[in-house]
Every structure is written in structure tokens, then in C-alpha cells.
């Protein structure tokens, strides 16, 4: 397969006005009827009178030009385009295709879930329902007609306002929607099925009324209330923060089973995974429900950020994905704790992007060559790019960046543009020129912020010298200095904020955080007027994407998490005590683990003035993959080791705290799902964790008798991975239990079986062969997949880096019998493997092998070879 390049970007020689389509749809034959409106585009050079329409897997009925049928000599019909040797400037084109829903296992396209009958275009689905200009920055007026058995497909959904609905002859019955916007074929969707409703009404701010619906299955019916309220409460919040009105009469979610991601925006009709609606206490997690909170959010905000305003091409996908990722978060943040929002930011960055930014599949947040675009939904683009967007805002405050992107969304309403349109905004608006700063979307890695300090104690000066440094990363091996936000605040001896007062300040600082600006490769900041040594805060809020290196005493780390008022800082610093501590237990288990850290975890568990839920952040480790990237060489069992001895310290040396804090946070509410409620039982379950890694009969009774008679799915889901952790086969029963109250309900399968993938139990690799035999497990519903193979893989290092090879063998197998059935999935599977180089040799060679067996099948989807090929370059 050959790379598309973003400099090789052309606008389109041809636009379609107009589209209106007919669908005959059934799940093993639909009839796609397409006429299309063509005009040449003046904005584009003139090509040679043809015209190429994207098309794969259609099998073509008819071809009308202007009405005419067009000859086989008129044309030429490719695996993958269709081409038409003469067009005029403006045409009328008419096709009849025939698409098989029920084999589409890709779910891309037209598909079938479960009963249902529905679409998924993004990135280039369109190309699989009918022959067309598949493009983003191609945008038209869609009409849809769908006909169908009216037993079987009772709804009959489309983007847009509904036209009519009509009786046909033979028990058939057609639903006409008309979507008034200008759109690129990506945001098309249809829907058929036998659905029920929940509806709702939401009042806009200039007085229009919304309907709002949400369609299921029946039996799913009573577990829509909290998707409902989410999207009310985002809608609300996008008109009073961004000033964005909704545009249609009508927004419509669909819940389907079988989905590749979270959600997708089609304009007015939104599909979800079911993951992402359906919730009830008794069977969705707290993480759940704020799951749904975000994506739902997240989805809506598309409405403006995506749909109103699109991408002129997939490499500008950072536009919509990055500004509404971080929309997203300033929702969660002010619907919930901003700390706490700001914390699960960070980790997640951390967790996943950092370790992308530095392995093989590294790319700048606007990519600049793909081989397969669905491979760049990355962290990368979705959440580097928020980051982006958030250090944009940070460096010109809240009011400025409201002006720009009320800019932007006047602007460019209606159009597909680019990241550098966003950015013109923000520098026109702000007076600002931000050349620099779009190095950010160019260049891909980390940066490292490697700081040193000292204190003058005659002149009362402190001076930070500060240097920054990218590492090289596929194909760009030098790397440009970056234009970054760096919030800091510095603690005195009392924990008090002290001003940060620079030379050359004309007014007096206020004590608290000043956000300075690092633009060379070395910065020296000079703060007068301090007496004593200060504490330095940095990064505040995590001011900017970057590793940041400093040595820290334990005290100076004790005291921030004692002190900063920075929920950021304070968490960073006790992951920084924590990483530290575990670091060293992996090099020599011996080591001791110092009283004044665990005396610090003592007072946070005791702090009244903190919330719950911060307090259970602080006392939640860096995960072993985390720590794994800190080494270089990962010794998988040592960092498992060294996780298990410092629980089991804490579990002791806190036994009493973390006892009563397990006490006082049993739940009053158990079914409520506020962020206080959450908070509580977020540090209950943690407590629960760390006294479990003590043996003793009292607290393992106790994880029993939380796992038999909580109300809640957060609570007994937490007892039921302690107890298959810990229990050996006395985890058994339980899951034997858990499985036979929910073999109904696939969504809590789906915990089930992700229980058993991700616990450090031996044996693990070989009980996640086993469950694949399972009745309940296919390899054609991607949720089942993530929740078993996704589990032991990407959540599970110390099974699946097993020293025997037995995790690399089982990925490779599934991957291989994945790959024909949905590419996407597979080449998602493969990203734990990509880290292979930093394993030691043994386990290097185990990957290796792997991954070219993997490349060694000859028919390898586009998605999968990219990932495998990079993998091993
Ligand atoms: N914009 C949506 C992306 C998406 C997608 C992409 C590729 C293949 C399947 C997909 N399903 C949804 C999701 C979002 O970011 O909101
Ligand atoms: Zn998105």
C-alpha cells in the first residue's frame, strides 16, 4: 500500500451540490439509487476531462450521465474507483449499486448490528455505500429515502428533518429525510430497526425548541435517563461557554451493539456504541456514567466543532478531534472537579500518548503522511491536540480566547479547513504571532523540560535555568524549539504561595501562579525578593504536554502534596514519591521504604479539606506501563513486584486510615452518581485495594461481603477484580456468580470477561485462550474483543509480557484471524507490541517473531501492514 501525503493535497477538480439517495434496504441485498449533482470547481486547476469516484465493494447496477446510460467504453470500473473518461462542467449522475450488509464484519459502511441496520462513514466509509467524491472538503446537501419491510425495520432514520412517511404495497414502507446543511459524506448516516424511544425537549437560548431522542432496543429502554441528561446539560453548557446554539429541530442518538469506537457525530444523528448510553447503577460503573457524560458531550460538541465547521483533509483531523477533546474536558471539569478532570487528562497523556510519541508510530498532531487514515485516531491527534488548544487558551486568558473562537466560528462556518485557519484565529484575535507555536502541530515527541534551581540567600534571588529538548523521532531527527505556557508557583517553608516577581516587573505580583513563557532552548527565570529557598510548583495545571525533570528532595515533594493548592501539582508530586519509591523497589526489593512518604499518604488520607476523590488519585500508583517506559530495559516482573510490596507497606503501615476511610466513605447513597458520591467511592474502593494487598482473613471478608451485597456496579465490580486478584481459586465462585446474575446483559459480560483478562492471577494467558471458546465470545463484536484480548494486552503487562511468549503468540494469533473480519480492531490490537525494542532480548526476539509472522500472511489489510511494517522498521 502507498502513503497519501498531505503535500500532495489538491482541492477537488469536481464539487456535488446535491445528493439524493435511495435506499432499498435489507440485510443481505440493499439497493443503493444515487443521483448526484456535479459541478466543476473553479477553485481547482483543470485535470483531463475525467471524473474518479471512490467506490469499494459496490456492485454497480446502472451509470447514468445526464440521463444517458453510459457504455462500458465510457468508463472504467477499478477495486476501488470508478472512472468516467468525459465529463461536461455540470452533470447530473445517476447510480445503482447493491451492497451486502449482513457480511460487512468491517463495520464501515452499511452494516448489521444485532437486529439493526446502520452506517459508520468516518473516516472513508461512504466509499462502501455508493460511488462518490469520499473527501472531506467536499460538501453537500443530502436528501435520503429509505424503504424497507415495515415489521422488521419499523424506524427508518437519517440525518436531518423528516419529509414524510409513507404505506407501500407489500408491507414495505418509505421515510424521507432532508438534512438542510451542507455536509461531507462522512457525517451521513442511516438508521433501520425495530427501535424504541426516549424523548425529551430542550429550549435553546434564542427560544427554540428541540426534540431530543434516543433510540434503543426495547429492553434497554429504562437505561437511557442518564444519556439524557447529559446531552441537555451539554447542550446548556455549549451555549453559555462557547456561545453555540444547536441547528436542527431534531437530535438523535442511536445505541448500536457493534461499533469499532466510542461514537460518531452524523450530523443530527448521532450512532453510539451502547457502551456510551445505556447505564443503571446495578449495571455501569461510576466510570461508566462519566463515560457516557463525556462522550455524549463530546459528540454533541461536534455540532459545531466538526460538522458546522469541518476538515479540509483527514491530516487536518486534529481541527475537530483536538478542539473537542478539550471541549470535552472543560465541560467534565466544570460539571465535575476541575482537579480531578485535570489529573485523568494528565495520566491518560501519560499513559498513552507519551509512550505513542515515542515509539514507532510517533506523528506530529497533524500527521503529514498515512497509509491507512483510521490508524491517526491516536491519542496523538485527539488528545496532544487538545493540548494544544489548551495552551492557546492559557497564553491568551479566557476572555481573549472566547473572542477567537467566535472568530473562528463566524469565519469559517460552513467550510472544511485546517489547523492553521484555527491558529490564524487565535493570532488575529490575540495580536500575537504564534509561528512558533504551530511547530507544535508539525513536530511530533515529547519534550523534556530539564530544570535546575538555586536559591541566593544574600541577594534573595532564585534562579530556574530551564532547557528544552525534543527526542528525535521517525523521520524527523532534529528537532525545533517550542513555544509552550509554563504555569509556576513557588511554596515557602509554611506552604504559603509566594509572588513571583521577575525583573523589569513594572507592578507588584500578587503570590500565587504566573504563567511565564518558554520559547528557546534555554530559559533562565530570575524571581526577586525571596528570602528562603522556595518550593517550585511547575506545570501547574499541566501547563504544557511536556516530561518535566527536576530533583526534587522527598521533602520538597512531601510539601507540595501537602501544600500546593494545585490539584495537578499535588498529585504529580505524590506520583513523583511513588514512582521514585517503586523504581528503586524494582532494582533492589530491599529498599526501604522512607516513614515520612508513607507519613505524607497518612495526612492526605486523614485531610478533612481535600476532596475524597483527589485524596484517592494521590494514593493511586503510576501504572507498571508507565513506570515501564521510565526504564531502559522494562523488567516486567520487578515493577509487578515493587507495585504489590509498596500496596502491601501502605496496607499495613495505614491499616488503621485506611480502614476508617474504607469506613467512613461506605456509601450513604450507593446508587447516587454525583461527583461527590463518585469522589467517595473511588477512595473507598482504593482503600479497599491497598488493605487487600495485606493478607488477612478481616479485609478479605470484608471485599466478600462487598462483592455479595453491593447495590452498586462500581462496588461490586471493585470487590470481584480484588477477589479473583488475591483469592486464587476462591475468585472463582464469585465470577461463577457475577456471570450467572448477567449472562443477560452483554455490557456486564463484557466485565466479565474483561475481570479475568486483566488480573495479574498466573495463568492468565491461557484462561484468555479459554474464554475465547466461550459461547459468549465473538470475534465479530469489537466490545467482546477490547474486553478480553484488549484487556490481557493492554491492560495487563505483567501477563501479557509472560517470559514464555504466550501474550505475544496469542495476539498475533487473534490479529491474524482478525485482520479479514475488521482491520481496524486488529491493527488496534497490535499497539502494545510497537514498544518491543525496550524489552529485554529475550522478550525482544518473542515480539519480533510475532510481528513477522504477522507480516509474512499475504493478505494483510492496509490498517494492520502500517502498524506491523513501522513496528519493525
Ligand atoms: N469522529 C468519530 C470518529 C469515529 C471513527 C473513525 C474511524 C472509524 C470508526 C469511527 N467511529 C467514530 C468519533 C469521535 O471522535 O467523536
Ligand atoms: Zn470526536
Known amino acids: 500500500p502507498h502513503p497519501v501525503r498531505l503535500a500532495d493535497y489538491r482541492p477537488p477538480e469536481f464539487l456535488i451540490e446535491r445528493v439524493d439517495l435511495t435506499f432499498e434496504l435489507d440485510e443481505q441485498v440493499t439497493t443503493v439509487h444515487a443521483l448526484l449533482e456535479f459541478s466543476r470547481n473553479p477553485a481547482a486547476t483543470r485535470g483531463d476531462g475525467s471524473l474518479t469516484l471512490d467506490g ?5 447496477i446502472e451509470l447514468k450521465l445526464a440521463g444517458q446510460t453510459l457504455t462500458p467504453a465510457e468508463y472504467q470500473l477499478e477495486a476501488e474507483a470508478l472512472r468516467i473518461h468525459r465529463v461536461p462542467d455540470r452533470f447530473q449522475l445517476e447510480t445503482q449499486v447493491r451492497i451486502h450488509p449482513n457480511r460487512n464484519t468491517a463495520l464501515e459502511g452499511l452494516y448489521q448490528s444485532g437486529p439493526m441496520l446502520c452506517t459508520q462513514c468516518e473516516a472513508e466509509g461512504f466509499r462502501k455505500i455508493t460511488f462518490f467524491l469520499d473527501r472531506p472538503d467536499v460538501l453537500s446537501r443530502f436528501r435520503t429515502t429509505l424503504i424497507a419491510d415495515q415489521d422488521r425495520f419499523p424506524v427508518l432514520l437519517a440525518n436531518g428533518n423528516l419529509v414524510s412517511e409513507t404505506r ?18 462522512y457525517l451521513f448516516a442511516l438508521i433501520g430497526g425495530d427501535l424504541s424511544v426516549v424523548e425529551d425537549q430542550f429550549r435553546t437560548c434564542s427560544g427554540r425548541d428541540i426534540g431530543l431522542r434516543i433510540f434503543v432496543e426495547p429492553h ?17 453548557w455549549d451555549e453559555e461557554r462557547f456561545g453555540r446554539e444547536y441547528d436542527l429541530d431534531l437530535y438523535m442518538i442511536v445505541a448500536v451493539s457493534h461499533f469499532n469506537m466510542g461514537a460518531m457525530e452524523n450530523k443530527g444523528l448521532n450512532v453510539f456504541n451502547d457502551k456510551f448510553v445505556l447505564a443503571s447503577p446495578d449495571t455501569a460503573t461510576d466510570e461508566d456514567f462519566q463515560g457516557i457524560e463525556s462522550v455524549i458531550a463530546h459528540e454533541y460538541f461536534h455540532n459545531w466543532t466538526g460538522n458546522r465547521i469541518t476538515c479540509r483533509d483527514w491530516f487536518q483531523l486534529s481541527l475537530k478531534e483536538g478542539f473537542t477533546v478539550y471541549r470535552d474536558q472543560e465541560f467534565s471539569a466544570e460539571v465535575g472537579s476541575r482537579d480531578v478532570q485535570r489529573i485523568a487528562d494528565a495520566r491518560f497523556l501519560r499513559n498513552h500518548q507519551f509512550p505513542e510519541d515515542a515509539g514507532p508510530m510517533a506523528h506530529p498532531v497533524r500527521p503529514d503522511s498515512y497509509i491507512e487514515i483510521n490508524n491517526f485516531y491516536t491519542p496523538t491527534v485527539y488528545n496532544k491536540g487538545a493540548e494544544l488548544v489548551r495552551m492557546q487558551a492559557c497564553l491568551l486568558g479566557p476572555e481573549l480566547f472566547r473572542r477567537a473562537t467566535d472568530r473562528y466560528f463566524e469565519r469559517h462556518d460552513g467550510q472544511a479547513v485546517t489547523t492553521d485557519d484555527f491558529v490564524r484565529c487565535i493570532e488575529e484575535v490575540s495580536g500575537r504571532d504564534l509561528a512558533q507555536f504551530r511547530r507544535w502541530y508539525a513536530q511530533a515527541g515529547t519534550p523534556y523540560l530539564d530544570i535546575e534551581a538555586d536559591h541566593d540567600a544574600t541577594r534573595h534571588l532564585y534562579r530556574l535555568r530551564i532547557r528544552q529538548w525534543t527526542p528525535p523521532t521517525p523521520g524527523q ?58 518550593v517550585p510548583s511547575m506545570l501547574r495545571g499541566f501547563s504544557a504536554p511536556v516530561k518535566l525533570r527536576y530533583a526534587f528532595t522527598n521533602a520538597d515533594l512531601i510539601h507540595l502534596m501537602r501544600y500546593d493548592r494545585d490539584g495537578f501539582c499535588r498529585w504529580d508530586a505524590a506520583q513523583r514519591l511513588q514512582e521514585r519509591l517503586l523504581l528503586r523497589l524494582t532494582q533492589d526489593p530491599t529498599t526501604l521504604i522512607p516513614d515520612d512518604v508513607v507519613a505524607a499518604f497518612r495526612d492526605a488520607l486523614r485531610d478533612p479539606a481535600t476532596d475524597p476523590a483527589l485524596i484517592a488519585e494521590l494514593l493511586t500508583f503510576p501504572s507498571e506501563s508507565y513506570l515501564a517506559d521510565q526504564l531502559d530495559v522494562v523488567d516486567v516482573d520487578g515493577i509487578h513486584r515493587a507495585h504489590r510490596q509498596l500496596a502491601s507497606h501502605l496496607g499495613t503501615h495505614l491499616n488503621d486510615d485506611l480502614m476508617a476511610a474504607y469506613a467512613h466513605n461506605q456509601d450513604p447513597a450507593p446508587t447516587e452518581v454525583t461527583p461527590r458520591a463518585i469522589g467517595r467511592r473511588r477512595l473507598k474502593n482504593r482503600a479497599l485495594a491497598l488493605l487487600m494487598a495485606v493478607d488477612g482473613a478481616k479485609v478479605f471478608n470484608l471485599c466478600q461481603t462487598q462483592f455479595e451485597t453491593a447495590d452498586n456496579m462500581t462496588d461490586t465490580l471493585a470487590a470481584l477484580r480484588l477477589l479473583v486478584d488475591h483469592g486464587g481459586a476462591a475468585g472463582d465462585a464469585p465470577l461463577q456468580r457475577f456471570y450467572e446474575r448477567w449472562s443477560q446483559v452483554p455490557l456486564v459480560i463484557d466485565k466479565w470477561f474483561s475481570v479475568q483478562a486483566s488480573s495479574c492471577r498466573e495463568g492468565t494467558v491461557e484462561r484468555v485462550r479459554g474464554l475465547m471458546a466461550h459461547p459468549d465470545f465473538s470475534l465479530r463484536n469489537p466490545n467482546r474483543v477490547r474486553s478480553l484480548i484488549g484487556a490481557l494486552c493492554h491492560a495487563n503487562s505483567v501477563q501479557f509480557h509472560a517470559a514464555d ?3 505475544y503468540r496469542l495476539l498475533s494469533d487473534v490479529v491474524l484471524e482478525l485482520d479479514p473480519l475488521n482491520p481496524q480492531i486488529a491493527a488496534r490490537l497490535l499497539k502494545p507490541i510497537l514498544s518491543w525494542r525496550r524489552y529485554d532480548a529475550g522478550r525482544q526476539a518473542q515480539m519480533r517473531r510475532e510481528l513477522a509472522r504477522v507480516l509474512e500472511t499475504g493478505e494483510l489489510s492496509a490498517d494492520v501492514y502500517e502498524v506491523a511494517s513501522k513496528a519493525l522498521d
Open 56 to 60: 469499494e465493494q459496490l456492485e454497480l
Open 168 to 185: 407501500l404495497p407489500a408491507g414495505r414502507h418509505q421515510v424521507i429525510w432532508d438534512d438542510p446543511f451542507p455536509k461531507p459524506c
Open 220 to 236: 434497554n429502554l429504562d437505561r437511557c435517563g442518564h444519556a439524557m441528561q447529559a446531552l441537555k446539560k451539554a447542550m446548556r
Open 477 to 534: 531527527p532534529v528537532k525545533e524549539p517550542l513555544h509552550l505556557p509554563f504555569a509556576l508557583g513557588l511554596l515557602d517553608d509554611q506552604g504559603r504561595e509566594c509572588p513571583v516577581r521577575l525583573e523589569g516587573d513594572v507592578q507588584d505580583q500578587p503570590a500565587g501562579t504566573r504563567v511565564l513563557e518558554l520559547r528557546e532552548l534555554e530559559t533562565e527565570i530570575c524571581v526577586l525578593g525571596l528570602r528562603t529557598r522556595p
Open 805 to 807: 511468549g504466550s501474550g
